[in-house]
């Protein structure tokens, strides 16, 4: 061998092999397990906790009973996957300890996202506190370990985005985070060669068009995540999602039914519900009662059956159909319950009196699925004469704004002020949404200082039924102005 070649074998494995050496060793084994994880594709027979000898095993168990848990919300599988995690915990495993703090930090955060969805909101947040405790104690042991970086930088984003009103208990639990940090952290995981690239790439395009509300990059990732791995179920389904918030509805519809039409052994049925909004937006009334009513005849849990009873309602309506209407609407009064979002935005509605104006519904959902030239003729189509409501004259005015944001005219802003103008002190999300993209709009013009002022506002409505993701997506906005 030459000098030269010497050398560089010698500089090869300097470089590479302490590299290596800081990820993950995943067998052929617990790398096939990880991927069906990912793919919601458990094994047919589940094998029991004492089978699991490899801590690599173990986290691609946990993770895909997780997973499984958070989308299919299945109670009858909760007290069972429960019962494994907390055995888990107190597992012993012969491996490093940076790897076993990187296991309990990982399976901490996995459930504590699980117990938020199944409604045990303390326990979500005790391990929530433990799992940041843990990363944040191995990040400072092994600076260099590249694996707790994924669950370090998405705890950094979950606490940089909380809202406002919980900052109390933050300072209290002695808990700080950086979204920025967190979103370099996980492209660094995404950009590697670990088996955990795919996840940090997930992570990264959900945080990019869910928290940072920056839809359309959000989505191209997923999309490049999908050439990668096109049969992929839950980049199928969480690309549909980023397709719909980026009101990309054709896309939506797509990934929807390549979806459908994979084997499901856990079947997602929440994408039922998510097809009932893709037709909904289209304007296909009949296709989205369809799909609704899927969801609620399957899905175990009780998160968006209101709103789905709701969505049926307004489709319904939107036919022309009144006396279905109505039935609906009674029907989702006593359905599901209050959590999400989207429910609690359906118990708000049905609690006015009288039916929703048809016209601006139209305008709404054909907005929301980027059919914007349809949705302009309808905007032309409505005269003052049929918005006797001080809200609906509101929602005219934020219609606007929103169809012509969403087209990138320059009255958006304009629009987006008359709206607040307008809806003075009431609890209508037409205001604290409409400053929030104010906000994004100075930002993007680099006017920092009108931006500020603007997301600030947003916070500062208090009783409206998207306020919660309203006060998270302004308080990432100022995290990254550099503001708090």
Same mark, same amino acid.
């Given at each position: 061998?030459?000098?030269?070649?010497?050398?560089?074998?010698?500089?090869?494995?300097?470089?590479?092999?302490?590299?290596?050496?800081?990820?993950?060793?995943?067998?052929?084994?617990?790398?096939?397990?990880?991927?069906?994880? =990912?793919?919601?594709?458990?094994?047919?027979?589940?094998?029991?906790?004492?089978?699991?000898? /490899?801590?690599?095993?173990?986290?691609?168990?946990?993770?895909?009973?997780?997973?499984?848990?958070?989308?299919? &919300?299945?109670?009858?599988?909760?007290? &069972?996957?429960?019962?494994?995690?907390?055995?888990? !915990?107190?597992?012993?495993?012969?491996?490093?300890?940076?790897?076993?703090?990187?296991?309990?930090?990982?399976?901490?955060?996995?459930?504590?996202?699980?117990?938020?969805?199944?409604?045990?909101?303390?326990?979500?947040?005790?391990?929530?506190?433990? %799992?940041?405790?843990? %990363? &944040?104690?191995?990040?400072?042991?092994?600076?260099?370990?590249?694996?707790?970086?994924?669950?370090?930088?998405?705890?950094?984003?979950?606490?940089?985005?909380?809202?406002?009103?919980?900052?109390?208990?933050?300072?209290?639990?002695?808990?700080?985070?950086?979204?920025?940090?967190?979103?370099?952290?996980?492209? @660094?995981?995404?950009?590697?060669?670990?088996?955990?690239?795919?996840?940090?790439? !997930?992570?990264?395009?959900?945080?990019?068009?869910?928290? !940072?509300?920056?839809? /359309?990059?959000?989505? @191209?990732?997923?999309?490049?995540?999908? +050439?990668?791995?096109?049969?992929?179920?839950?980049?199928?389904?969480?690309?549909?999602? $980023?397709?719909?918030?980026?009101?990309?509805?054709?896309?939506?519809?797509?990934?929807?039914?390549? =979806?459908?039409?994979?084997?499901?052994?856990?079947?997602?049925?929440?994408?039922?519900?998510?097809?009932?909004?893709?037709?909904?937006?289209?304007?296909?009334?009949?296709?989205?009662?369809?799909?609704?009513?899927?969801?609620?005849?399957?899905?175990?849990?009780?998160? #968006?059956?209101?709103?789905?009873?709701?969505?049926?309602?307004?489709?319904?309506?939107?036919?022309?159909?009144?006396?279905?209407?109505?039935?609906?609407?009674?029907?989702?009064?006593?359905?599901?319950?209050?959590?999400?979002?989207?429910?609690?935005?359906?118990?708000?509605? $049905?609690?006015?009196?009288?039916?929703?104006?048809?016209?601006?519904?139209?305008?709404? #959902?054909?907005?929301?699925?980027?059919?914007?030239?349809?949705?302009? @003729?309808?905007?032309?189509?409505?005269?003052?004469?049929?918005?006797?409501?001080?809200?609906?004259?509101?929602?005219?005015? #934020?219609?606007?704004?929103?169809?012509?944001?969403?087209?990138?005219?320059?009255? %958006?802003?304009?629009?987006?002020?008359?709206?607040? +103008?307008?809806?003075?002190?009431?609890?209508?999300?037409?205001?604290?949404?409409?400053?929030?993209?104010?906000?994004?709009?100075?930002?993007?013009?680099?006017?920092?200082?009108? %931006?500020? /002022?603007?997301?600030? +506002?947003?916070?500062?409505?208090?009783?409206? &039924?998207?306020?919660?993701?309203?006060?998270?997506?302004?308080?990432?906005?100022?995290?990254?102005?550099?503001?708090?």
């Amino acid at each position: 061998m030459t000098f030269k070649a010497a050398a560089s074998a010698c500089l090869f494995l300097l470089l590479y092999l302490p590299l290596q050496g800081q990820d993950l060793a995943f067998d052929e084994n617990s790398l096939q397990a990880y991927w069906r994880a =990912l793919n919601l594709d458990p094994p047919a027979e589940s094998r029991s906790l004492q089978d699991y000898s /490899e801590l690599t095993e173990t986290y691609a168990a946990s993770l895909g009973e997780a997973v499984e848990l958070l989308v299919s &919300e299945d109670h009858t599988k909760f007290s &069972e996957y429960e019962e494994r995690f907390l055995k888990r !915990l107190d597992r012993k495993l012969k491996s490093s300890p940076r790897d076993y703090q990187f296991l309990q930090a990982e399976m901490r955060l996995q459930w504590a996202f699980v117990y938020l969805k199944f409604g045990h909101e303390l326990d979500a947040a005790l391990h929530l506190r433990q %799992a940041y405790q843990i %990363a &944040e104690a191995c990040r400072s042991q092994y600076p260099d370990y590249l694996p707790i970086r994924k669950t370090s930088g998405l705890l950094q984003i979950i606490v940089g985005s909380v809202p406002e009103k919980y900052n109390w208990v933050l300072s209290l639990l002695n808990m700080s985070g950086s979204v920025s940090g967190g979103m370099a952290d996980l492209k @660094e995981i995404g950009d590697s060669g670990s088996p955990l690239a795919f996840e940090g790439k !997930l992570l990264h395009a959900l945080v990019q068009g869910f928290i !940072l509300a920056r839809s /359309e990059e959000g989505l @191209e990732e997923m999309q490049e995540i999908l +050439r990668e791995h096109e049969n992929n179920r839950l980049a199928l389904f969480l690309c549909a999602s $980023l397709a719909l918030k980026n009101s990309s509805n054709e896309v939506a519809l797509q990934r929807l039914h390549e =979806l459908a039409t994979i084997n499901q052994r856990v079947p997602i049925f929440y994408a039922n519900y998510l097809s009932g909004e893709a037709y909904l937006h289209k304007a296909d009334y009949l296709s989205a009662i369809a799909a609704y009513r899927l969801f609620i005849d399957h899905q175990p849990g009780l998160n #968006y059956i209101k709103d789905a009873h709701y969505k049926i309602g307004l489709c319904y309506w939107l036919l022309g159909n009144e006396d279905e209407a109505r039935d609906m609407f009674q029907q989702a009064r006593n359905k599901g319950k209050e959590v999400t979002e989207a429910d609690k935005s359906a118990s708000k509605n $049905l609690a006015e009196k009288g039916l929703p104006n048809a016209k601006l519904l139209k305008v709404r #959902y054909l907005t929301d699925g980027g059919y914007y030239q349809e949705a302009g @003729e309808v905007l032309t189509s409505i005269k003052s004469s049929e918005l006797a409501a001080p809200k609906d004259r509101a929602e005219l005015i #934020y219609r606007k704004a929103r169809l012509a944001h969403k087209m990138g005219r320059a009255d %958006a802003t304009d629009l987006y002020l008359q709206t607040v +103008r307008i809806s003075g002190g009431e609890t209508w999300y037409f205001a604290p949404n409409a400053c929030l993209q104010l906000g994004y709009i100075y930002q993007s013009q680099n006017k920092i200082k009108e %931006a500020e /002022e603007y997301f600030l +506002r947003a916070l500062s409505y208090r009783r409206h &039924e998207y306020k919660n993701s309203i006060d998270s997506k302004a308080r990432s906005a100022l995290a990254q102005l550099g503001r708090i």
